[in-house]
């Protein structure tokens, strides 16, 4: 995974917490007005004759409000465990740090776009130049690493 799709990944995440948050919001609502609407047809409210539904009828509005209260809750649950997350989203040092992850993650692509198409050519490798003292240093410790070991190491060159 490139840093920059990890990046884009934090992003993502913390935008996502806020429209998670909205559409339990919405769904919060939307339970709310469904168990209204079924208090008004238990009361006969809109009905043609104006009186309260029968058995049957009350048996499929007991159903509806028992799932629409479920779903209520599971709503309201998640909003309570978004909160303290959308609080912190919506303070302006937030936003600002959000903004700047998203200036940072327009530069990381960029660097990552001039990498992938940068090329390599191949050099010629010329030697430093030679030190007469480090070398004669560097021959004694050879010698002395051949004479301990009977092996001599490989130079660098």
């Not at 009828?57 to 479920?70: E, G």
């Not at 050519?121 to 070991?149: C, F, G, H, Y």
Request: hydrophobic share 30%.
């Amino acid at each position: 995974m490139k840093q920059s799709e990890k990046i884009e990944l934090i992003i993502y995440l913390l935008e996502q917490f806020k429209k998670d948050n909205d559409w339990f919001q919405a769904q919060f609502k939307d339970a709310e007005n469904e168990e209204n609407n079924i208090r008004h047809e238990f009361e006969g409210i809109g009905s043609e004759d104006g009186k309260p539904p029968k058995y049957k009828r009350r048996a499929v509005l007991s159903t509806r409000l028992q799932r629409s209260l479920i779903s209520r809750r599971v709503a309201k649950d998640d909003i309570s465990i978004l909160k303290f997350i959308v609080d912190y989203l919506e303070t302006e040092s937030c936003k600002s740090s959000l903004n700047q992850l998203k200036q940072i993650l327009g530069k990381t692509r960029k660097v990552e776009d001039e990498m992938s198409t940068r090329r390599y050519i191949k050099r010629e490798v010329s030697s430093a130049p030679q030190n007469p003292t480090m070398q004669k240093n560097l021959d004694k410790m050879i010698r002395s690493w051949k004479s301990k070991t009977g092996n001599i190491p490989k130079r660098r060159q």
